[in-house]
């Protein structure tokens, strides 16, 4: 894939321009039927707990049900396809996650171009992913890890849920900014089989999401040697950041809302705006951070440019790792 970001810019600001007192009145009679909000993960998942409290947010605010419906499945290629086919009005929507900028270098053969067929609408949270190893592991931080590994090449084993997953991606982008081997080893969807294998010491490292590990760091279980955003975690205040060592270093997962190319920009500003103003809400950026996310917002544009440099960023990683998906 060549150049993304530039592609995306250009066709994110695409959506259909009708004639102004037409898209006046569309905008102001938005929504007038329940609108749906298509998830590509199983209900119970970590992005599917997020978009059920941004989905309630919006009904209250528009006085119309958002209705998420669960389509698992492809690495969420069949949740993107299926808003890709739908009406661009406003009535089918998107909960996008970092795999869909990820799956744009990740997959080479896809029914629909991501970058070009769905608009975003708004960006809601960011989450960081950990750097835990077992507690059995000789490191006791970032600098001593990369000093082990580098005298132990190949010995040390790096756990992830699925190929070109967001906490593989990560571990890979680690290797490649601190000169280090690691040895891949997918678990299949991840799960507690990956944790019983870290926590065991049959795998030494995992990047994994923070909602997800919690647990077993509070349970001394997994030891954290930081979290892979840029800066650290204000839960956890007291856990540096791997850019503290390894400079320029940041690898999170987020997700925000997409519409079908074409749905009028009006619809897409008045979405943006009030999920904006929901994420403005005290009670709503709690609860996000108890789900171990940063709330995120901005416009369209904002939002646009965000995916196109993740997509870049990754495509990067991907390619330069040879990784294919499963």
């Known amino acids: 894939m060549k150049r993304p970001r530039r592609k995306f810019l250009h066709l994110a600001a695409g959506a ?10 569309w905008a102001q009679a938005y929504p007038s039927r329940p609108v749906k909000l298509i998830v590509g993960f199983a209900p119970g ?7 059920r409290l941004i989905a309630q947010s919006l009904s209250n605010r528009l006085g119309q ?20 086919r739908a ?33 975003p609408v708004a960006a809601v949270v960011r989450l960081p992913n950990g750097m835990l190893v077992t507690q059995s592991f000789p490191a006791r931080s970032v600098p001593e890890f990369i000093a082990y590994t580098k005298t132990n090449p190949g010995k040390v084993n790096m756990a992830f849920s699925t190929n070109g997953g967001t906490d593989h991606l ?18 299949r969807g991840g799960g507690a089989a990956l944790y019983t294998d870290l926590i065991s010491g049959q795998v030494q490292v995992s990047f994994s999401a923070m909602a997800a590990s919690i647990g077993y760091i ?30 320029g270093y940041e ?36 609860r996000l951070a108890e789900l171990g996310g940063t709330a995120m917002g901005g416009s369209p544009a904002d939002f646009a440019r965000f995916i196109a440099e993740e997509a870049e960023k990754w495509g990067k990683v991907i390619r330069a790792a040879n990784i294919k998906p499963e």
């Open 16 to 25: 259909v321009v009708l004639p102004a007192l037409s898209r006046l009145a």
């Open 45 to 51: 998942s970590s992005p599917d707990t997020t978009v």
């Open 65 to 84: 049900q958002f209705i998420v419906e669960n389509r698992p499945g492809a690495g969420t290629n069949i949740a993107t396809e299926a808003v890709v």
């Open 87 to 119: 009406p661009a009005d406003g009535y089918t929507l998107l909960w996008i996650p970092a795999t869909s900028a990820i799956n744009v270098t990740l997959f080479e053969k896809l029914s629909f171009d991501f970058l070009r067929d769905i608009v």
């Open 170 to 187: 990560a571990g890979e982008l680690f290797k490649r900014m601190a000169g280090i081997e690691l040895v891949g080893v997918p678990y």
């Open 218 to 247: 509070r349970g001394d279980k997994l030891r954290l040697l930081a979290v892979t955003s840029a800066a650290r975690w204000d839960r956890m205040s007291d856990v540096p950041s791997v850019s503290e060592f390894v400079p």
């Open 251 to 286: 690898a999170t997962s987020w997700q925000g809302i997409g519409a079908p190319k074409g749905t009028p920009v009006d619809i897409v500003e008045r979405l943006n705006k009030e999920v904006n103003a929901a994420l403005a809400d005290a009670a709503t950026k709690e």
